[in-house]
């Protein structure tokens, strides 16, 4: 089945020491690190297609414009969001939101690149 606009997927965190600037050393503040909401956000843009992608087919990341607006404690529950909103031939655009308690903590746009699996490993360096 191929991928459609409006697949979407939401995946919930609740914020612990291993997620904090502090841990990605990003930062030097225990509050959700930025690298951590963006791999929040890109494991909902997987789920979403999940399933969607042709026989041997993978998706990988391309381009992300992202920001991180509030930060969140440990402790905290967040929601991140990804909806493929646009298919251009193999890339797909998300819109992605991050949420905690109805506010919005992040926002963003990613673009995944459909590829063969085998053909991609094959030109690693």
Known sequence: MAPR???SARIELVVTEADTAEAFRSGAVPVLATPR??????????????GHLPANGTSVAKRLQFDHLVPV????T???EAT???IEGRRLVFTLSVTEG?????AGKLVRVIVDHDTF????R
């Open 5 to 7: 606009t409006g697949l």
């Open 37 to 50: 909401l963006i791999a929040l956000c890109e494991e909902a843009s997987c789920l979403a297609i999940k």
């Open 73 to 76: 404690g440990i402790g905290g």
């Open 78 to 80: 967040v929601w991140a």
């Open 84 to 86: 493929l909103d646009r």
């Open 102 to 106: 109805g506010g919005l903590v992040a």
């Open 121 to 124: 490993l094959a030109n690693v």
